[in-house]
């Protein structure tokens, strides 16, 4: 199927996800609004990336309210770190979840991940838990993790039914972190890619400045385009109006696979990641 802006990937069944997203990790709460009405109205984005930890929801769901697209045409994600300590009932952990989608100001989202697996094998079950149960309720549509090895996704196979919709990494030609994307593909987890444009930090790498060169595109737009093909769901950042543009605008050519070999080529392993990348957390 060819790219478009709007080509969806199905996450579970009948849950249909906007292959490019816009996060808004770091991004002021006195900017947010206006970035995520300008990423919706302006670039054409339907797929919001955001959380609890980044401190915007609010604005993000007043940008989307006076975006005046009706909410079931935008996708909306938020993650959740750890439940609370001390809470052997898990009422706090259930309140803190609805409070989490109350946040947005909309009725429910379209998908609730935990954030890291870093909070150990007993926490991490008793989100996963509590997700199920938010799904239930119709707060979220679907669940899924981010940050997780293959070691967390196997023992949350082993301890749940309920797969992981998705599983959200960092994930660009630097850091590719091939073993979790082919378990995910075996297993038919959709991967999202976080920092997919490296905060900035590869720009004047001299492969994809090659690049530049032969395509007459820019890297970040290389490097999207590089996601995209691959099968990702990458989740561009930007707080610059003409830069979230051109985020968007990937769809007028297309990575030869002989350019696409030579980002695949580019790959460091975990040396190339620029987050603090917890997939190893015990
Ligand atoms: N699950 C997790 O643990 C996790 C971790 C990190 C990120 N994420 C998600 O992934 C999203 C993206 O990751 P990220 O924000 O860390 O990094 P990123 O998207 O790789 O990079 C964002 C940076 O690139 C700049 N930029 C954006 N478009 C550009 C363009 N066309 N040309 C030049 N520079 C450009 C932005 O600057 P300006 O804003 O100044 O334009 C910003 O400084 C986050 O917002 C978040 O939703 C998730």
């Known amino acids: 199927m060819a790219l478009t ?22 991004s002021p709460t006195s900017i947010c609004e206006r970035s995520v009405k300008h990423a ?7 797929h919001i990336d955001s959380a609890l930890y980044y401190e915007n929801e609010p604005q993000v769901g007043t940008a989307i309210k006076a975006s005046g697209i009706p909410r079931d045409q935008i996708f909306v994600t938020t993650k959740i770190l750890a439940p609370p300590a001390n809470d052997p009932s898990g009422e706090k952990l259930w309140d803190l979840l609805n409070e989490a989608v109350r946040r947005f100001g909309l009725d429910y989202v379209d998908l609730f991940l935990i954030h890291t697996p870093t909070s150990g094998p007993e926490a991490r079950l008793k989100m996963w838990k509590a ?27 082993a301890a749940s039914s309920t797969k992981p919709a998705v599983n959200q990494i960092e994930l660009h ?3 590719q972190q091939k073993d979790i994307v082919n378990y995910c593909k075996k297993n038919g987890i959709t991967v999202e890619a976080y920092c997919p444009l490296t905060r900035g930090t590869k ?7 090659e690049l530049v060169y032969s395509t007459l595109k820019d890297p970040a737009q290389i490097l999207l385009r590089w996601s995209l093909q691959k099968g990702f769901v990458p989740l ?8 979230i543009d051109a985020d968007a605008d990937l769809f007028d050519f297309e990575l030869t696979d002989a350019q696409m070999a030579l980002l695949d080529g580019l790959d460091r392993g975990a040396k190339g990641a620029i987050d603090n990348n917890p997939v190893n957390a015990p």
Not at 5 to 21: C, N, Y
Not at 40 to 46: I, N
Not at 236 to 243: E, G, I, Q, W, Y
Request: include cysteine; proline fraction near 8%; aromatic fraction near 10%.
């Open 173 to 175: 030609p630097w850091c």
């Open 236 to 243: 561009p950042k930007s707080d610059t109006p003409f830069r």
């Open 131 to 157: 997700l199920e149960m938010l799904k239930k309720s119709g707060k979220t549509r679907a669940i899924g993790v981010s940050n997780f090895g293959v070691k967390h996704l196997e023992e949350l196979a």
């Open 203 to 209: 720009f004047d790498d001299p492969t994809l400045t």
């Open 40 to 46: 919706l109205l302006h670039a054409g984005f339907r």
């Open 5 to 26: 802006l709007q080509k969806t990937v199905e996450i579970a069944p009948g849950v249909h996800m906007p292959q490019l997203g816009f996060g808004v990790y770091a």
